[in-house]
């Protein structure tokens, strides 16, 4: 029973640390990247992809290693993280000098699909090695 506490805490414990990272970055004022619009656009849209790809990521293993099959998974880990995305983009309302946007969270959809797909599609036809070091780490 407490081996299985400890599963469940290792499996989930990231995501709710990356959800209390993401909170915090959206709860302060955003710095520029660039003077140059487009360069300073990028930065911060590949900062979404990347912020909600990973926690897509994290979801997914969480209910893999929950013993959820894979494709539900998948698809559970692209809406469970475009969810957030949305929560957050809510939350930004209410925070001075952040701005909601609906298309951060097809953004952040975008990262999350992506990303789900690389680990759930491509990962387990890399070399033998990565994929020895995703089954440690859980991934597959």
Same mark, same amino acid.
């Given at each position: 029973? #407490? =081996?299985?506490?400890?599963?469940?805490?290792?499996?989930? @414990?990231? &995501?709710?640390?990356?959800? %209390? !990272? *993401?909170?915090?970055?959206?709860?302060?004022?955003?710095?520029?990247?660039?003077?140059?619009?487009?360069?300073?656009?990028?930065? #911060? =849209?590949?900062?979404?992809?990347?912020?909600?790809?990973? @926690?897509? &990521?994290?979801?997914?293993? %969480? !209910? *893999?290693?929950?013993?959820?099959?894979?494709?539900?998974?998948?698809?559970?880990?692209?809406?469970?993280?475009?969810?957030?995305?949305?929560?957050?983009?809510?939350?930004?309302?209410?925070?001075?000098?952040?701005?909601?946007?609906?298309?951060?969270?097809?953004?952040?959809?975008?990262?999350?699909?992506?990303?789900?797909?690389?680990?759930?599609?491509?990962?387990?036809?890399?070399?033998?090695?990565?994929?020895?070091?995703?089954?440690?780490?859980?991934?597959?």
């Amino acid at each position: 029973m #407490k =081996k299985k506490i400890l599963s469940q805490i290792s499996l989930w @414990l990231p &995501v709710v640390l990356w959800i %209390g !990272l *993401i909170f915090r970055f959206s709860s302060g004022t955003v710095p520029v990247a660039s003077q140059v619009y487009w360069q300073d656009f990028a930065v #911060k =849209k590949t900062g979404h992809v990347l912020l909600f790809g990973a @926690l897509a &990521v994290l979801i997914y293993r %969480g !209910l *893999i290693g929950s013993g959820m099959n894979k494709k539900k998974a998948a698809i559970w880990a692209i809406i469970l993280s475009t969810f957030y995305g949305a929560t957050d983009e809510f939350h930004q309302m209410f925070t001075q000098g952040r701005e909601s946007r609906i298309r951060d969270i097809f953004i952040d959809g975008i990262g999350a699909a992506t990303f789900t797909f690389l680990v759930y599609k491509i990962l387990p036809r890399m070399p033998k090695e990565v994929v020895q070091l995703a089954t440690k780490l859980q991934l597959i």
